[in-house]
Structure formats: C-alpha cells, structure tokens
C-alpha cells in the first residue's frame, strides 16, 4: 500500500479506469456475441440493428484503447460482410 498522497489518489483513480475499462470491453464483446448469434439464426432485420450497436461499442473500445486499430477494423469488416452475405 502507498505512503505518499499522491500515490494513494493513483491508486483510487487506476481501479476506476480499470473498472470502466472492463464495463466497455465487456459490453463490445457481448454485442458481438449477440450479433453473431442472430447472424447464425438468419434474422436480418435484427441483425442490421445489432450491427449498428456492435460497431458503436468497436470503436468506443477502441477510441480508449482497449483495442488496437487494425483489430477494430477487422472485426467491423468481418460483421459487416457476414450481415451484408445474409442478404
């Protein structure tokens, strides 16, 4: 445990970002998942909804670098032409 004020405050404030961190990759990750699975059931309609959210949640995660461009790219391509195959 920290001594020093500053050092306890860094403390509080990288369990907070950690927090935060975890919320959004997690919420990435399960849009992802969700968007897969009405990909695999055919719907297109709700597949065309959850695209627009999945891609929402890709790029916050990687505007606050839980991911690497180049992957947030990928994985926006990769979703969007198995939505765009259903049609």
């Known amino acids: ?3 020093i004020k500053s050092a306890k405050k860094r403390v509080l404030t990288n369990k907070r970002k950690e927090d935060e961190n975890i919320l959004v990759e997690s919420r ?6 969700k968007l897969e699975k009405t990909i695999k059931e055919g719907n297109v309609e709700e597949s065309n909804t959850e695209l627009t959210t999945t891609l929402k949640n890709i790029d916050k995660a990687q505007n ?3 991911i690497k461009k180049n992957k947030a790219s990928r994985l926006k391509s990769r979703l969007t032409k198995s939505v765009n ?3």
């Open 28 to 33: 990435m990750k399960n849009s992802i998942k």
């Open 85 to 87: 195959n259903l049609k």
């Open 1 to 3: 445990m920290p001594n």
């Open 64 to 66: 606050i670098n839980i």
